[in-house]
């Protein structure tokens, strides 16, 4: 019997079609390489290696969300996604993986299961059946919240340097005395975030964002700014629906500076998981966490066979 972690890897492959060798969700992107620094806020706050104000390399993995390669760069709901590994001593390493989204739209495996099949095209029209997703969306008002908040945020922007990623879970940043600093991760880029004019998407390359970035680095260094907000007294940490409302305190914990597109421009042998972390770092309780490092597992042993 498939577990739960293979039906959510069918269910994201009868949406997007199954890709020999290609990722289930993010199937086209561009890998690139940099560095990263930390500041002294992020040292104080973490012992984790990266963080302790010395440059690593990292690995950064532009991508699309879609799990079709075909789906044009300049969809307008598909969204984007920004992976990036941090190179530590040792041969360890340690990974942050982000989509622009705000908030998530379900907060357990079973709901994302659920909400997949619901948006799966039926065998008989090929398309999604309307009916099937709006009795889940009736029965989850956090799903309708997170689309409405979103969709502004994932629409087609100018280059994968002018957007911003969001970490979405919480992890405790562990300091030297061993006290806990929740928060949740953000990257936002240097120049600001631009959308394309509705004139631009309809004039935009299919592949106009794997095109840009490429040009846009062999000009100069594109950076962004590692930002975590701390969670507030009584923020649910292990709830990535949930909206921190209000005024929090916005630490920058350091500068991703990418400086080189990778001698294989979309490197399927990356793998990264939002759960590979490292000393200094731990994650939180999010039910969503693990089905996604389990799910991502699946599509990484099928992608790689
Ligand atoms: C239960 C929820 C989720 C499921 C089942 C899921 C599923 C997947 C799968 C199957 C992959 C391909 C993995 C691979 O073959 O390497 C993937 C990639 C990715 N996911 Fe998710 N995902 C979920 C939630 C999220 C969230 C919350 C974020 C961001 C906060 C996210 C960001 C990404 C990114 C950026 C990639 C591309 C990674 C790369 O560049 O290699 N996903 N996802």
Redo the contacts with the bound molecule.
């Keep these: 019997m498939a577990t739960i972690w293979e039906e ?2 069918d269910s ?1 492959n009868a949406i997007h079609g199954s890709h020999p060798g290609l ?4 199937a086209r ?1 561009t890998v690139c390489t940099g560095s990263f620094t930390a500041t002294r806020e992020a040292a104080a706050l973490s012992t984790a290696a990266h963080l302790s104000g010395d440059a690593v390399p990292v690995t950064v ?1 532009f ?1 699309n969300a879609s799990g079709n390669p075909r789906t044009s760069d300049a969809d307008p709901i598909a969204g984007r ?3 990036v590994k941090f190179e530590l001593p040792r041969g360890e390493s340690t990974d942050i ?3 622009p989204l705000k908030v ?1 739209m379900v907060r357990t ?1 079973a709901d ?1 299961l659920a909400f997949t099949r619901a948006r799966a095209p039926d065998p008989e029209t090929g398309q999604p059946d309307p009916e099937k997703l709006g009795a889940f969306v009736a029965e989850h008002p956090e799903t309708v919240a997170a689309i409405e908040a979103s969709l502004p945020q994932i629409a087609p922007t100018t280059s994968y340097a002018t957007s911003d990623y ?3 879970h919480a992890f405790a940043l562990v300091d030297a005395a061993g006290e806990r600093h929740w928060g949740r991760y953000s990257w936002v880029p240097e120049g600001g975030v631009e959308f394309l004019t509705s004139e631009q998407v309809a004039a935009a390359d299919e592949d106009y964002l794997q095109a840009e970035i490429v040009e846009r680095i062999a000009r100069g260094p594109v950076r962004f700014s590692l930002k975590f907000t701390l969670a507030a007294e009584g923020d649910p940490l292990d709830d ?1 629906t949930a909206f921190w409302e209000g005024n929090r305190e916005l630490v920058t914990l350091g500068t991703l500076e990418v400086t080189e597109i990778s001698g294989d421009p979309d490197d399927a042998s ?3 998981d939002p759960v590979n972390l490292t000393e200094g770092i731990e994650p939180s309780d999010d039910e ?1 966490l693990e ?2 490092s389990r ?2 597992s699946v ?2 042993e099928r ?1 790689m066979r």
């Design positions: 959510i890897v994201l990722r289930a969700a993010h992107g993995r991508s996604g920004m992976s993986v982000c989509v998530f495996a994302f969001n970490g979405l990535p990356l793998i990264t969503i089905a996604r799910a991502y599509s990484i992608r």
